[in-house]
């Protein structure tokens, strides 16, 4: 039983900040990666940034130097910083992990239930 729950997510001036969080919790053996994904209204979901534990960060071009992605080992959480936010990325932001629960299983992916961020004047 694995858990994503996000955190973070509000209403924004274009411009403005918002620091999202996710905390992965359960039964977990080993984490491969965590990430974001976006889906914003009539739109697919697309990846915003994703983390290997392995040392591998990406983002998305439209969201390169105004995005950051981090994380906490200790509490298998990952962040990511949004600035210069624009109504453009007025979404659901979605938590991705790619995890292994246990010695023996596969690993498999999981979702959040997302959080809105909401970018407006």
């Known amino acids: 039983q694995v858990q994503l729950v996000e955190s973070g997510g509000g209403l924004v001036q274009p411009g403005g900040s918002l620091r999202l969080s996710c905390a992965a919790s359960?039964?977990?053996?080993?984490?491969?990666?965590m990430g974001w994904y976006r889906q914003a209204p009539e739109k697919e979901r697309e990846l915003v940034a994703h983390?290997?534990?392995?040392?591998?960060?990406s983002y998305a071009d439209n969201v390169k130097g105004r995005f950051t992605i981090s994380r906490d080992n200790a509490k298998n959480t990952v962040y990511l910083q949004m600035n210069s936010l624009k109504p453009e990325d007025t979404a659901v932001y979605y938590c991705?992990?790619?995890?292994?629960?246990?010695?023996?299983?596969?690993?498999?992916?999981?979702w959040g239930q997302g959080t809105q961020v909401t970018v407006s004047s």
């Open positions: 983390f290997t534990f392995g040392g591998t960060t």
């Open positions: 359960g039964s977990i053996f080993r984490i491969n990666s």
């Open positions: 991705h992990g790619f995890m292994q629960i246990n010695y023996g299983a596969a690993t498999r992916t999981y």
